[in-house]
Every structure is written in structure tokens, then in C-alpha cells.
């Protein structure tokens, strides 16, 4: 399998420490949806990232569709979802606002990294960052210790790191991590796992499609 994207997004990352969780080898092509646009128009119609390559050449692409995919194909053990109900619902609500939260703050990012000072509508920024501040403080008040749902490691778990330590790469100063100490501590504790050290966030990556880091 290929994945392709960049490890400074959310949403590529979320499905490399998956993979990495899952035990799947896979190898990884480094293409920018800015810099090497056509390239994953090629492979995605929608132009996004992440697109995993399976070995018979078939493309799927969001992380939503990338992750069932996977989860489906995990030994039950290994699994990041549970099967039986309430649990699956509420991991599955969990994991919608920490993926909706990883959107808001990418759009929040777009504005100030992709759009001229000229161009950026202030009442835009300003209603993302109260959907950015809302979904924290919702993920917050669920009181991790240390998993987000009974004593397993979900992908509730895995997508909140990741939405957290791309607050503090790219959105630096938006709010204070002393706001949300649970949710620092989950971001801290699942970092230090192999399975995300293995798919670290990438400043490298970051500034080689071109962001800009302003207005954090
Ligand atoms: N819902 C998608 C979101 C993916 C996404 O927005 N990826 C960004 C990179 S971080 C992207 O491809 N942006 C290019 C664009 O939207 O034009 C998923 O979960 O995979």
C-alpha cells in the first residue's frame, strides 16, 4: 500500500499511525495538494489528501472511507472501533468532532496561509474560531483518563492527539493549552507512542507546499 500526503496534515496522519497501529507496511509518497496539484487530481477528483494506494492500483481517498476500510480488514483485537452499541456510537460521535474539529482549524489555516491580508473576511476567522473553542471544550469536559472511552485506545483517542498537535504546530497562541489540560495530556501520551512516532508531525513537510505561519 502508498499513502500519499504530507505528515503535517491531520487527516494523513490519522490514517499513517493507523496503519502503523494495524501492523500494515506500507510506503508513503510525499505529494502537496498546492504543489503538486495535477498529481492528486490524478489519483482523487477532489484533489484532497490523504489517497491510499492499494497494491492492485485502486485509490481511496478521505480519511473516513480510508479508516473503515482499514478497520475492516484488522484482526478484532486490533480493532479501533468497537463492534457492539452504545460504545461504537459514542466513539464514532467522539471521533466526528475531533475530525470536524482538525476541518475547522484547517479552514482557519487556509484564511491566513493560502488568502492575501486583502482577501482574509474577518467574520469568517472569527466563526471557525468559536466552532475550533467549541469542539475543544465539548472534547475536554468528556475527561479522558487515559482513554476517551472505558480502558481501550480508540480512534477517538488517535484523531484528538492528532487534532491537538496540529493546534499547537499551526495555530500556535489561538488558545492556551492550560484551557484544555486533558486534552494536552491525551496529545502528550499517545506522541510518545511508537505508533505516532512513526508518523511524527513534519515542519519540513509543512514549509516545503508553502505555509505560512501567521496570525497563529
Ligand atoms: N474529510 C477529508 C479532509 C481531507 C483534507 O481536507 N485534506 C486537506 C489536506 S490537510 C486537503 O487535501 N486539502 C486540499 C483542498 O481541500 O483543496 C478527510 O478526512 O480525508
Given at each position: 500500500?502508498v ?7 491531520p ?8 496503519l ?22 490524478a ?8 489517497i ?14 480510508i ?22 456510537r459514542?466513539?464514532?460521535r ?6 470536524g ?11 491566513f496561509a ?6 482574509q473576511?474577518?467574520?469568517?476567522v472569527?466563526?471557525?474560531?468559536r466552532q475550533i473553542?467549541s469542539a ?11 482513554w476517551?472511552?472505558g ?12 487534532a491537538i498537535?496540529?493546534l499547537?504546530?499551526?495555530h ?13 495530556a ?10 505516532f512516532r ?17 496570525a497563529?
Amino acid at each position: 500500500m502508498v499513502l500519499i500526503g504530507q505528515y503535517d496534515s491531520p487527516f494523513v496522519r490519522r490514517v499513517a499511525v493507523a496503519l502503523n497501529h494495524y501492523g500494515e507496511p506500507f510506503e508513503r509518497r510525499v505529494l502537496s495538494v498546492f504543489r503538486d496539484f495535477d498529481a492528486v487530481l490524478a489519483l482523487n477528483p477532489l484533489g484532497k489528501v490523504p489517497i491510499l494506494t492499494l497494491d492492485d492500483g485502486e485509490s481511496l481517498f478521505d480519511s473516513r472511507f480510508i479508516l473503515e476500510y482499514l478497520d475492516g480488514l484488522a484482526a478484532p483485537e486490533k480493532r479501533l472501533v468497537p463492534a457492539a452499541e452504545p460504545a461504537r456510537r459514542e466513539v464514532l460521535r467522539m471521533e466526528a468532532v475531533a475530525v470536524g474539529l482538525c476541518e475547522k482549524l484547517y479552514e482557519r489555516g487556509y484564511e491566513f496561509a493560502r488568502r492575501s491580508a486583502d482577501k482574509q473576511d474577518p467574520s469568517v476567522v472569527a466563526r471557525t474560531e468559536r466552532q475550533i473553542r467549541s469542539a475543544l471544550d465539548w472534547l475536554e469536559a468528556l475527561s479522558a483518563s487515559p482513554w476517551f472511552c472505558g480502558s481501550g485506545f480508540t480512534r477517538a483517542d488517535l484523531t484528538a492527539a492528532i487534532a491537538i498537535t496540529y493546534l499547537r504546530e499551526k495555530h500556535a497562541g489561538l488558545i492556551l493549552p492550560s484551557e484544555h489540560p486533558t486534552l494536552q495530556a491525551l496529545c502528550d501520551r499517545c506522541e510518545a507512542m511508537e505508533h505516532f512516532r512513526g508518523a511524527a508531525y513534519s515542519a519540513t513537510e509543512a514549509a516545503q507546499s508553502g505555509w505560512r505561519a501567521s496570525a497563529a
